[in-house]
């Protein structure tokens, strides 16, 4: 079984489009994470939830907004893409303080 | 600002000889620390950590990374390099503030093992 699946691998979409990416962890961690890694691989946390609790907002554009149902899942929904949205997104989850565990990655092309 | 730093973009190393990947942080207090390492197309992967106790800390496949405080580093180490450890390697602290954890994570150092 996945620990941390996120769906879907990739996506490619046009500019003002708006999409979503799911993640779900069955790990029974209480932290959920969006991570983005651009082009030149620097990964830059975005979001941080915990028990479905926004705990940390980092600065990114109101254009993205996390929604978490319940404390397994935390998806992020992106409205009005940009080219400069192109990159691979990563979920993450932990039990803090210990090691985060993370997805696939999403990678996200804007055209 | 707190941040951690990895010095070295790129590590080329033969294989059979022992590497080094360099980690340096800035945070304050006293923060967890954590190597990651993500093969091509690939989510991070978990290697090692350093909470609390002994400064050389063991992980997986072999790797291992000491803690000096003195001098703010965590830098992580191998013995015998492998071609298979060619990979990008993720230096991360974890620091707690609003009530969870945060990960910083350093800019990322490509280690490469030449056959």
């Known amino acids: 079984d996945t620990a941390v699946s996120q769906t879907p691998k990739y996506l490619v979409t046009q500019m003002g489009n708006d999409k979503s990416i799911k993640c779900e962890q069955n790990l029974g961690h209480d932290t959920m994470y969006w991570y983005k890694q651009d082009s030149k691989k620097f990964l830059k946390i975005m979001f941080s939830y915990n028990n479905k609790e926004l705990i940390i907002n980092e600065t990114v554009p109101n254009r993205f907004s996390p929604k978490s149902p319940d404390k397994a899942h935390l998806n992020l929904h992106i409205n009005s893409l940009e080219l400069g949205d192109s990159a691979v997104y990563f979920c993450a989850s932990s039990q803090d303080p210990s090691e985060a565990f993370f997805g696939q990655g999403t990678r996200l092309t804007v055209v | 600002a707190q941040s951690v730093a990895q010095p070295e973009d790129q590590v080329n190393v033969a294989e059979g000889n022992p590497l080094t990947v360099k980690c340096t942080y800035s945070?304050?207090?006293?923060?967890?620390l954590f190597w990651y390492v993500q093969y091509p197309n690939r989510g991070l992967q978990f290697l090692l950590k350093?909470?609390?106790?002994?400064?050389l800390v063991k992980g997986s496949y072999g790797f291992e990374a000491e803690f000096n405080k003195s001098q703010t580093s965590f830098h992580l180490k191998k013995p015998s390099a492998l071609v298979s450890d060619s990979a990008l390697y993720f230096c991360?602290?974890?620091?707690?503030?609003?009530?969870?954890?945060?990960?910083?994570f350093g800019t990322g150092t490509r280690l490469k093992v030449l056959a």
């Open positions: 350093y909470i609390t106790g002994d400064n």
């Open positions: 991360a602290v974890s620091l707690l503030g609003s009530g969870t954890y945060k990960y910083i």
């Open positions: 945070v304050s207090g006293n923060p967890y």
